[in-house]
């Protein structure tokens, strides 16, 4: 039937298919690999999925960094089977495979992963062995980058876990509706009876709560609807209490700033880090008001989600203050405003201070980077010229090139001390006086020849994920690549079809629908 409709059509075994598929995986890699000899530092994200076709476990690594021409790139570097135990240091050695397969064990910047305790222990290790050979920014402190994603889902299950059995009923009744095709029509009709300017009840996927919170907002609009529709069908025997619905309306109006903050770190495609303090401190800041609420349970439900967010968010406060202070819009005025809100006053005071020091010791670490690069250029030369210099200096008694070179140092030195200093004294820029594409990254680009060292902080600091969506959104492809029809391929193939699916979406422009969890 095939070479009816095309002549030249030659049937290939499944053996060619993987041999064609593995030629591109090769070819596409060493392309990859060139351009990240030009990246000065990488962060990383990964995650770890269990696949339920194949009954084992996948690692992904994925690489953040921005390019040459300041574009912020993402890339699946990674996606191999960790056979069992799955414990840190099982995940601590497969990301030092990665990195040494890729070139990138000198460049790694970051790794943001979730609050696991195998992950953790990974990240421990890692550190103590990268810091035998070369030194980490600040002491390492920025290293470690705890998935922001994972602690509001924390802090978010904790509070539907009050209301489990009222958001089953919901979800039920959601479920119920439809079912069948009978009962869509005779809900429908209670809708335009009704008159709701909704039409379409939501699903929810029971392991993603920002689904979950979509389901109950949406039906809580048919809230009415289902009590009509409950009067019409007599086994429809779930719909919920008025007493249940006032409690669901209540944690939906708690949880709807975590839902905006989740949509804004996670919903798009390359977020750049400064953009999350701002909503961490409205998610605290709604905690605190709803807190001291004069409604027993939403006071009780917020207390419970505050200590929560309290426990895990020290840490990350710290990464996401940085990146702030390198928003032009926001600078040090930001850090002052939000963690008066964040902390008690005694303990603003100190994280502000710390704020400060890690900043001017990020700063003095990239002069004397830089400083080091310039160096060698400056020894060769000597080294190329030492015999004809010194008969110059024999010759000449005015000569005084060392105090040159000394000359040369000091201003350099002194030019890039100042960077800091100008930005921070210089007020903020107003929103409407930066470009609006990639705004902070955009306005670091046009000034990168005033500030040099300032913006290539600015690079490596704002590329950092302050979550792992990135990594779970490549598990979504896992699920379509390992289906029941292919639970037989190899974690080899596996790897090389999401690798190479991934870089070639990339090349020709190709975006997934971003998952958020």
Wanted: glycine share 4%.
């Amino acid at each position: 039937m095939m070479r009816r409709g095309m002549q030249e059509w030659q049937k290939i075994s499944k053996t060619t298919c993987r041999a064609d598929c593995m030629k591109i995986y090769e070819i596409e890699k060493k392309k990859l690999k060139k351009s990240l000899e030009c990246v000065d530092k990488i962060s990383l994200t990964t995650d770890c999925w269990k696949s339920k076709t194949q009954k084992i476990e996948y690692m992904v690594v994925t690489g953040h960094w921005i390019d040459s021409c300041w574009n912020l790139q993402k890339r699946v570097l990674s996606f191999i089977n960790i056979p069992p135990p799955r414990g840190g240091l099982q995940i601590s050695d497969a990301i030092f495979k990665c990195m040494k397969e890729w070139g990138i064990e000198n460049k790694v910047f970051t790794i943001t992963v979730d609050n696991a305790s195998s992950n953790d222990l990974a990240i421990r290790y890692m550190k103590d062995i990268i810091q035998r050979s070369r030194t980490l920014a600040c002491e390492g402190n920025l290293f470690h980058v705890r998935c922001c994603a994972h602690i509001l889902n924390l802090c978010v299950q904790d509070g539907l876990r009050e209301i489990e059995d009222i958001i089953g009923n919901i979800r039920e009744s959601v479920e119920y509706v439809n079912r069948s095709e009978a009962r869509c029509v005779q809900f429908a009709e209670c809708v335009q009876q009704l008159q709701l300017k909704d039409k379409k009840l939501i699903r929810d996927c029971k392991t993603g709560w920002n689904s979950t919170f979509e389901m109950l907002s949406c039906a809580l609009k048919f809230k009415e609807a289902f009590k009509m529709f409950k009067e019409r069908d007599p086994f429809y025997g779930c719909c919920p209490q008025e007493g249940e619905w006032n409690k669901a309306q209540k944690i939906c109006s708690l949880l709807e700033s975590f839902w905006t903050a989740t949509h804004i770190i996670s919903g798009s495609e390359y977020p750049t880090s400064n953009l999350f303090l701002q909503e961490v401190q409205k998610i605290k800041s709604a905690l605190n008001i709803y807190a001291q609420h004069e409604d027993l349970f939403l006071k009780q439900l917020a207390s419970k989600m505050k200590e929560k967010f309290d426990k895990y968010w020290g840490d990350c406060n710290l990464l996401m203050a940085i990146a702030a202070v390198l928003d032009p819009t926001k600078k040090m005025l930001a850090v002052e405003f939000c963690f008066p809100k964040l902390y008690s006053e005694l303990d603003a005071s100190k994280h502000i201070s710390k704020v400060k020091e890690i900043i001017n010791s990020l700063y003095e670490e990239y002069v004397v980077e830089e400083t080091n690069k310039g160096a060698p250029h400056l020894s060769e030369s000597e080294s190329f010229g030492s015999s004809s210099a010194r008969r110059s200096q024999q010759n000449s008694v005015y000569n005084w090139d060392d105090f040159d070179d000394y000359c040369a140092k000091v201003e350099i030195s002194e030019t890039k001390r100042s960077e800091l200093v100008d930005y921070l004294e210089k007020g903020r820029l107003k929103k409407n006086e930066i470009p609006k594409k990639n705004s902070c990254l955009e306005w670091w680009r046009m000034n990168r020849m005033q500030y040099p060292i300032l913006s290539k902080i600015a690079v490596d600091i704002l590329v950092i994920p302050v979550n792992s969506v990135a990594s779970e959104a490549t598990f979504s492809a896992g699920t379509r690549v390992i289906d029941s029809y292919r639970s037989s391929l190899s974690p080899d193939t596996v790897q090389t079809l999401l690798c190479g699916g991934d870089w070639l979406q990339h090349i020709h422009g190709l975006k997934n629908k971003t998952k958020v969890s």
